[in-house]
């Protein structure tokens, strides 16, 4: 660790060039919120392959040679379409109904949950998600916001890894776990403002927030766009594969979090004494202009 008092303030006035410490808090900011909302969505994709697809498929009615509508008679086409000469249009090769069930019962899926089940499913996350963001601030601002975010998205992940099994054993058990992955997610955006407001000077802040936080789309869209393939490929066994990557990738983050990031730049240990100096003299300037305004309003 570096003591404060070892930077002496005429040392630099400037940014430091290059790649600092406070760029790989913002990266490693970014890679939590991509996991945090990729084990946040996975489930709405997911469940489209977990629930089982009602069989029965009604059989389209036949034409008939005269519609009337309101009494007036409408001509059909579907006749003169078929016997068109050249290239045949699509009713002329019609999908019958065998067919179409064989296509909805190629992967008929494992659950049989109705669609208030569904919602129930879907929504618990967000029961658990809005307890914890007023605690999650106050818990970063008595301790720090380093623990409070690397704790939450890995309990969402150790809870991703369980989703398998828990849907498998009852629903109840699914619903718990979607709950305590939002417990665990809830403390993560005000852990990182608190992060935020630390590590990023005045000049940076919107930069560094504005990296930070498009983690949240960009996880959400690749969630979205690899689930279908995980599915389909049938990746750690369909499904269950969303979530077994999510979690595994999720874990990953938390040990190299554990090692790289720190509360406060001062409590890091190989931060450079010219970075240090630039971020605490940047952010003190700042209180002392809010603090001298404020004065002057009195």
């Known amino acids: 660790m570096i003591p404060e008092d070892s930077v002496k303030p005429g040392s630099t006035d400037r940014k430091p060039s ?28 997911a469940i489209v392959a977990m629930v089982r697809r009602n069989d029965s498929i009604p059989t389209p009615p036949h034409p008939a040679p005269h519609l009337t509508y309101t009494g007036l008679p409408l001509r ?36 049989n949950w109705n669609e208030v ?14 307890l914890t963001q007023l605690p999650g601030g106050i818990i970063s601002q008595k301790y720090g916001g380093k623990w409070p975010l690397g704790l939450g ?12 099994i828990a849907a498998r054993t009852h629903v109840s058990l699914l619903i718990i776990a979607r709950i305590v992955q939002g417990l665990g997610e809830g403390l993560c955006t005000p852990a990182m403002h608190n992060l935020l407001g630390n590590w990023a000077p005045p000049q940076e802040r919107g930069f560094m927030a504005g990296v930070t936080y498009s983690g949240t789309s960009f996880g ?13 490929g049938g990746v750690l066994g369909g499904w269950p594969g969303i979530f077994y990557i999510c979690g595994i990738i999720s874990v ?4 190299l979090w554990c090692f790289l990031v720190y509360d406060t730049p001062a409590a890091h240990p190989r931060i450079s004494g010219d970075e240090l100096y630039y971020i605490q003299s940047s952010i003190g300037s700042q209180v002392s202009k809010v603090r001298e305004a404020v004065e002057d309003n009195l």
Do not use: K
């Open 153 to 164: 998205i890995f309990i969402t992940a150790v809870f991703a890894l369980l989703t398998p």
């Open 18 to 45: 290059g790649w600092g410490t406070r760029h790989t808090v913002i990266a490693m900011g970014f890679w939590g919120f991509a996991m945090s909302y990729a084990m946040r969505v996975n489930l709405s994709i």
């Open 220 to 232: 959400t869209a690749v969630t979205l766009i690899f689930s279908g393939y995980i599915i389909h």
């Open 76 to 111: 059909d086409f579907s006749t003169e379409f078929r016997n068109t000469s050249g290239p045949a249009c699509p009713t002329s090769t019609p999908i019958h109904h065998g067919e179409a069930a064989a296509i909805f019962d190629e992967d008929p899926g494992e659950f």
């Open 252 to 255: 990953l983050w938390f040990v």
């Open 117 to 130: 089940e569904q919602g129930i499913i879907l929504g618990s996350f967000f029961y658990g998600y809005m």
